[in-house]
């Protein structure tokens, strides 16, 4: 009862501020006031059979969730803005949470930082205790001075430099959606600094984490205009070491020094864009192994990493006329001379992309060509690392192991070997409002506008070794084993329907198969899609997958899939709900299913009347029902803010 009335009475005192805020403000125009309260209140409803998760709590237990049944939770947001003057601001989001459910069963979320900890005292007695019930959820602020405009940020997000001369992805984009707060990332963290006048054309980035997973680092950019051709120099130092992952989707990468040059030249249709990277000189003389011979007799080298290893060289054409787009891009890279993915969007949306990795040899090439409403886009691609990766099969005795990027100076991962090619095909009525676009959920206006392309990847070879984390899911470690080569194939599907200013549809469908990050070798065949309605007030999301992988990171590293999970989300807002996830005044259900198999988490076979006196692990039986675990939640969200 104590946590609920804390928040009860933090809510009660914030509403008082606000009605006092006018009297905060100071001469000058100095402004402090309450720009954000928001209130979220979740109950959860949890059942299922054939499952590990208990119906009554161990009071002592650390294992979620915790037991089938009923729980609740509370979550208060609270933002404060400031003005100390006309050109600067600041504005500062705090999250306090009341009671923490433990029963959810997706039991990775924001709040469960603040889950009850068993802590011992002097005597030896136990007290149960939260330790993180208040913490800084998000921070920004701006000064727009004379010579430059600042911009610092703490868990805020920004933009990436791929259309500003960064040709080889040093700076991505920080926007990581609701990711960020389920595994409670901090990133980004830091400040930029555009330079105006005398310093037209600099930009400065530093900071902590300035994206998710990045060491302690300064970036500096120069852009400049010399006879004609775009320059752009970048220098990226990393000033600390890497800290610990917490999430196997964002691995901090060795301690780097890099610098690049991008050249562009527009030659009527033609723009020809050229470039070069030093990068990694920190991992020269740093020793990894490869091998020569067959299965059975392979002979394992270790070499070091030499200076001519940090260089690398890229290249990109495009052509555009009318109705016909075409591009070539190649690449060269060191084995330590990596960059960063291509975020920018060459004409359509293909999938196939650079990934900027080092260590490989790369061509990609597409085109378009636009009939009226529709548009067909064919893409190849072909790479190829300069040293392969280290086989899983190397048989006992034998010096080698699988590479790993926390002991190694590179790996073998997404610069895999590849031969690959996609066909999209496109149907957009209105292409003012592009079917590509970031923001095309919200601006889309044709009655309907779809996509659907098919991809294809030739993997003739396995890679090193994913980070993934141990039982304890604290530690990050090498996994044991990689997937085995294999030709990957997918479908994607998107349709956007608007079709009136009140009703509104879209919906994403994927078929195909796919590999596990860790060492399991089993090939997942998954299908499904997710839809999303709009009418009016009322808001419904949906999502229907079949043999896939579960919500979380983990369970594609180690392949834990569900052969059915079902989820319906209705609601309704104080006005018209948005496509995207914001903040609003909103009540609302969402009911989640999920078989159960020999693949998912927490199924148990044990638990059945014909298995309870011969406990087994492996597979039930033939013709043995798989489990199921369920999950009912209501919500209501206030929001107060601006």
């Known amino acids: 009862m104590a946590n609920h009335f804390n928040g009860i009475q933090l809510m009660d005192a ?3 501020a606000r009605g006092d805020q006018a009297a905060l403000s100071g001469e000058g125009g100095q402004t402090l006031g309450l720009s954000e309260l928001r209130a979220e209140i979740s109950t959860f409803n949890t059942g299922g059979k054939l499952i590990t998760t208990p119906d009554d709590a161990d009071p002592n237990g650390t294992t979620f969730p915790n037991q089938l049944g009923f729980d609740a939770m509370e ?3 609270v933002g404060f803005e400031a003005n100390p ?8 989001v705090f999250n306090l949470v009341g009671n923490v459910a433990l029963n959810p069963i997706n039991e990775l979320f924001y709040e469960n930082r603040a889950r009850p900890q068993l802590l011992v005292t002097q005597n030896n007695g136990p007290v149960q205790s939260a330790l993180e019930r208040l913490q800084l959820y998000q921070a920004e602020y ?4 004379k010579y430059f405009n600042l911009k610092g940020f703490y868990r805020t997000g920004h933009y990436h430099w791929g259309y500003e001369g960064d040709f080889f992805g040093l700076y991505p984009e920080a926007n990581y959606g609701p990711n ?11 400040v930029e600094i555009e330079g105006k006048k005398e310093l037209e054309g600099l930009k400065v980035a530093y900071g902590q984490e300035l994206w998710w997973g990045a060491n302690p680092a300064v970036l500096v950019k120069y852009s400049k205009e010399v006879g004609g051709v775009d320059l752009t120099g970048i220098f990226h130092e990393d000033i600390q070491a890497p800290g610990a992952a917490i999430t196997s989707i964002a691995v901090p990468q060795p301690r780097t020094r890099r610098m690049t040059l991008h050249a562009k030249k527009e030659l009527g249709k033609l723009t020809v864009e050229a470039g070069g990277i030093w990068g990694g000189q920190p991992l020269v003389a740093r020793e990894f192994q490869f091998t020569r011979g067959n299965e059975g007799s392979y ?22 006329s009318g109705r016909i787009n075409w591009y070539a891009q190649g690449a060269a890279m060191g084995l330590v001379a990596f960059g960063g993915g291509d975020p920018t969007q060459t004409f359509t949306g ?5 990934t900027g990795s080092g260590n490989v040899n790369s061509l990609f090439t597409g085109f378009t060509y636009r009939m009226g409403k529709w548009e067909i886009a064919p893409n190849f691609m072909y790479q190829k690392p300069l040293v392969d990766p280290m086989p899983d099969n190397l048989g006992e005795g034998t010096p ?5 990027i926390l002991d190694d100076p590179f790996v073998v991962r997404a610069n895999r070997e590849t031969v690959g090619g996609e066909l999209l095909l496109t149907f957009d009525p209105t292409p003012g409002t592009w079917m590509y676009s970031w923001d095309n959920d919200r601006n889309e206006d044709a009655t309907i506008a779809a996509s659907v392309g098919f991809v294809y990847r030739h993997l003739p070879t396995n890679m090193d070794a994913a980070i993934i984390f141990d039982d304890t899911g604290r530690t990050p470690v090498a996994a044991p084993g990689t997937p085995p080569a294999l030709d990957l194939w997918e479908v994607n599907t998107r349709i956007v329907s608007k079709l009136n200013p009140e009703l509104g549809i879209v919906a994403n469908l994927i078929g195909g198969n796919g590999q596990a990050n860790g060492p399991d070798a089993r090939t997942v065949e998954r299908y499904g899609g997710d839809v999303r309605v709009i009418y009016k007030s009322i808001k419904l999301a949906s999502h229907l997958k079949f043999n896939d992988w579960g919500p979380f990171d983990y369970h594609r590293d180690f392949n834990l899939t569900f052969p059915l999970q079902i989820m319906a989300d209705l609601s309704t807002t104080v006005g018209k709900p948005d496509w995207f996830i914001l903040p609003s005044t909103t009540i609302g259900m969402r009911f989640m299913w999920r078989s159960l198999n020999e693949n998912s988490p927490r199924f148990s076979p044990n638990e059945a009347p014909d298995l309870a006196s011969a406990p087994r692990t492996g597979p039930a039986p033939v013709g043995f029902p798989n489990g199921n675990e369920w999950e009912l939640r209501t919500y209501v969200h206030i929001n107060l803010g601006k």
Do not use: C, E, M
């Open 14 to 16: 914030v509403l008082r």
């Open 75 to 77: 979550s208060y947001y």
């Open 85 to 92: 003057a006309s050109n600067v601001s600041a504005h500062v």
């Open 142 to 145: 701006s000064w727009d001075h």
């Open 180 to 190: 960020l707060d389920i595994y409670g990332g901090l990133a980004p963290q830091g």
């Open 299 to 320: 002979q394992v080298f270790t070499v070091q990493v030499q200076n001519s290893d940090t260089w690398g060289g890229k290249f990109k054409v495009t052509y555009q």
């Open 350 to 354: 293909w999938r196939l992309k650079d």
């Open 400 to 404: 080698g192991r699988l590479r790993n």
